[in-house]
Nanobody, 113 residues
Framework: QVQLVESGGGLVQPGGSLRLSCVAS????????MGWYRQAAGKQRELVAT??????NYADSVKGRFTISRDYGKNTVSLQMNSLTPEDTAVYYC????????WGQGTQVTVSS
């Protein structure tokens, strides 16, 4: 069983930036995906960005604004979020794939003036 712990959410004004971080309790093989999903109120959970074997995958809605980075040695994945809009408001979940699917507890990101 892999535990994922997120940090870095909060309240930010439109156009601002936030950085989310997630640490896994054990190593995630490089070819297994690790990344971020989000769920806005009343909506289904959706992919934000994942990375596996050094290749990132982004949702169209965040391309050019968000950057995912992964440190295999530290079992961490981070998400740098720039040019945030109110539509980015959601609970963000860290995700790791492999022989199972593992989720963090979620961290709230609120973009509002």
């Amino acid at each position: 069983q892999v535990q994922l712990v997120e940090s870095g959410g909060g309240l930010v004004q439109p156009g601002g930036s936030l950085r989310l971080s997630c640490v896994a309790s054990s190593a995630i093989y490089t070819f297994y995906p690790m990344g971020w999903y989000r769920q806005a109120a009343g909506k289904q959970r959706e992919l934000v960005a994942t990375e596996s074997s050094g290749t990132p995958n982004y949702a169209d809605s965040v391309k050019g604004r968000f950057t995912i980075s992964r440190d295999y040695g530290k079992n961490t994945v981070s998400l740098q979020m720039n040019s945030l809009t109110p539509e980015d408001t959601a609970v963000y979940y860290c995700y790791a794939g492999g022989r199972g699917q593992f989720w963090g507890q979620g961290t709230q990101v609120t973009v509002s003036s």
